[in-house]
């Protein structure tokens, strides 16, 4: 990806960019994701977040539901960035998935 097209895309220091956009779920950055992780789920709790809903609470949610599924986390990316690419809104999914992985990594193992 050129810088150019970088440029262009939403960042997620954007505030508006969650409210003026939604995941259409078409599961495209799951089905290319090499780590399978369940990003849809991540975007729908960052959304959570957005709307106002308490951001710990949040997250604890949504750790208790990727444990109970089984799902692989968001430590578990290799940072290909296929997600980004894949995405037809152009959300910059890697960078959603990096803080996470980064929150994940801070709060220890038990967490996996």
């Not at 810088?3 to 960019?17: G, I, V, Y």
């Not at 975007?43 to 949610?61: C, F, M, N, S, T």
């Not at 690419?85 to 929150?103: D, G, H, I, S």
Request: glycine residues 4%.
């Amino acid at each position: 990806m050129s810088l150019s097209e970088t440029a262009d895309r939403p960042s997620l220091q954007t505030r508006h960019f969650w409210t003026d956009m939604v995941c259409p779920d078409c599961q495209r950055c799951v089905r290319a994701c090499p780590a399978g992780i369940d990003i849809p789920a991540l975007l729908k709790a960052e959304e959570r977040i957005q709307a106002g809903e308490e951001e710990e609470i949040v997250k604890q949610d949504w750790l208790h539901r990727q444990k109970e599924h089984h799902a692989r986390m968001p430590i578990d990316c290799i940072e290909c960035g296929i997600c980004s690419r894949r995405c037809p809104q152009e959300f910059p999914l890697l960078e959603l998935v990096r803080r996470y992985a980064m929150q994940q990594a801070c709060t220890g193992a038990e967490e996996r």
